[in-house]
């Protein structure tokens, strides 16, 4: 920034700057590489919904929990990011309710 009085050097800049962030985020988004964990929290019993997670090769855990309405079921998975899509409309699949 050589003429620190010009305003539009201080818009360009900080332009510049928003636009490859959020251009660096959407090619991020794109690519989608890594892991990532998914945590979901039902009231109804997991069972069919596990066993169809497991038959498609996610690893999958649960656990019983206690929830400010009672008890609940705890599931939880790590999977690839760009598995996310698919797994979570099995969740909604079996358990439309589920936190997740």
Known sequence: MNNL???VAYLAYGAGFASGTFVGMLI???ISL???SVRAITREDPGELLAFL???DYGVTSVDGEGATGSVKMIFTIIKRQDLPH????IKQ???TAFY
């Open 5 to 7: 009085t010009n305003f």
């Open 28 to 30: 991020e988004e794109k």
């Open 34 to 36: 890594g892991l990532t």
């Open 54 to 56: 497991r038959s498609h």
């Open 87 to 90: 797994v979570i409309g099995i």
């Open 94 to 96: 079996f358990h439309p």
